[in-house]
Structures are given as structure tokens and as C-alpha cells.
T-cell receptor, first 115, second 114 residues
Framework: DQQVKQNSPSLSVQEGRISILNCDYTNSMFDYFLWYKKYPAEGPTFLISISSIKDKNEDGRFTVFLNKSAKHLSLHIVPSQPGDSAVYFCAASAVRKAAGNKLTFGGGTRVLVKP | DVKVTQSSRYLVKRTGEKVFLECVQDMDHENMFWYRQDPGLGLRLIYFSYDVKMKEKGDIPEGYSVSREKKERFSLILESASTNQTSMYLC?????????????FGSGTQLSVL
């Protein structure tokens, strides 16, 4: 049973427009959320994160919104650029333990930004 | 910059073979992880280690084992490879003293089991 779900496997958007990627989670113990970006033949790279004490975090063109009551987060990319074409993974982490913290990932959303 | 290096980019093995996937990180990170990536399933955690000689099972440990004899190196072992282990394998590391859970990933090993 997937604890982190990205229900849209793909998204196509015109260059310059907004890309909105969604992610839902079921584990109420998750307190830290991240987005990773992955290009083909490369490992995922960290994009942006948000703690459960916040509802918004912004970094340049990327903004992550967290709705804890709905157990939902979203990533907004504005404006979208062709170089943003990649697979985006949502990830979540539970309360910090004494040793080791693991991330639980969603299934990914493939974004295509058309020129 | 953190560098996580996986020894092979592509591997082709036969069913029943013993397979070793090697991963080395150069940032003195305490935590190391092995994930596999499959279409539609995202990244699933196989095993992780938070210290030398320590290991914990992830979500899908069956058919795998790991070894961490040195802090910088974390090996994934497929004792008897099967076709359902054909996948992209990703190694990652993170610091225990960091204030967030950011993982640094290697470029991945695409394993095909025939």
C-alpha cells in the first residue's frame, strides 16, 4: 500500500505557463516533505522541501504548498521552461528517529514542457 | 559537492547469478540507502544503513542483502538474481547531523536479469 501517491503519471505544459504537480500521503506521522527531479540516465536531485510546520515554501520558480488537513502537497513551477522536462518525485519522511531516516517516495510525474 | 558513485552504469546478468552492486560516497555521510526504481512505482527502499556494519530492512528487502564494512561503501547483493529484479538501482547517502532529510543519489545502475 503506497503511503505517498502521485496520481498523475504525466503532465504536458506549454513553455511559460504554470506546472502544478500533486502528491497525496496517508501516513500522519510524516513531518517533512521533499520534491526530487530526475533526468534520464541520472540520479534524482533535490529540488525543494517543506516542513510540516509550514504551509508554503518558495525557491525561485518553485513553490511547494502543504495542506496537512488534506494530507496533500503540490509543487508549482512558474514559469515552466523546457529544461524542466523531467520526472518529479514527491517524498516524505516520518518523525526523526535516533538512527537513520528514510524517505518514502511517490510513483513520479513525468513533466513535458513544450516550447 | 557530494559525490555518490555507483560502480556500474549497466549490468546484464543471468538468472541465478550472484550480483554485487557497489556504491561509494565521499562526504563522510553516516546514512546510506539502496532504492530501486520501477515505472509507476517510484523509488522503493530495499535496505539502508545508518552506521558501519549496521543495516535495516526497507520496504522490499526480499531477495537482497547488503554489506557495509566501511563508512564510505555500501554494497547491495542479489544472492540469486531473478528476472523480477530487473530494475534501475539507486544508491543514496545522507548526513545524520543535517537538519533535513536530503538524500544525495548516484546515477544509478540499470540491471537486466535474463
Amino acid at each position: 500500500d503506497q503511503q505517498v501517491k502521485q496520481n498523475s503519471p504525466s503532465l504536458s505544459v506549454q513553455e511559460g505557463r504554470i506546472s502544478i504537480l500533486n502528491c497525496d500521503y496517508t501516513n500522519s506521522m510524516f513531518d517533512y516533505f521533499l520534491w526530487y527531479k530526475k533526468y534520464p540516465a541520472e540520479g534524482p536531485t533535490f529540488l525543494i522541501s517543506i516542513s510540516s510546520i509550514k504551509d508554503k515554501n518558495e525557491d525561485g520558480r518553485f513553490t511547494v504548498f502543504l495542506n496537512k488537513s488534506a494530507k496533500h502537497l503540490s509543487l508549482h513551477i512558474v514559469p515552466s521552461q523546457p529544461g524542466d522536462s523531467a520526472v518529479y518525485f514527491c517524498a516524505a519522511s516520518a518523525v526523526r528517529k535516533a538512527a537513520g531516516n528514510k524517505l518514502t517516495f511517490g510513483g513520479g510525474t513525468r513533466v513535458l514542457v513544450k516550447p | 559537492d557530494v559525490k555518490v558513485t555507483q560502480s556500474s552504469r549497466y549490468l546484464v546478468k543471468r538468472t541465478g547469478e550472484k550480483v554485487f552492486l557497489e556504491c561509494v560516497q565521499d562526504m563522510d555521510h553516516e546514512n546510506m540507502f539502496w532504492y530501486r526504481q520501477d515505472p509507476g512505482l517510484g523509488l522503493r527502499l530495499i535496505y539502508f544503513s545508518y552506521d558501519v556494519k549496521m543495516k535495516e530492512k526497507g520496504d522490499i528487502p526480499e531477495g537482497y542483502s547488503v554489506s557495509r564494512e566501511k563508512k564510505e561503501r555500501f554494497s547491495l547483493i542479489l544472492e540469486s538474481a531473478s528476472t523480477n529484479q530487473t530494475s534501475m538501482y539507486l544508491c543514496a547517502s545522507s548526513s545524520s547531523v543535517a537538519t533535513n532529510e536530503k538524500l544525495f543519489f548516484g546515477s544509478g545502475t540499470q540491471l537486466s536479469v535474463l
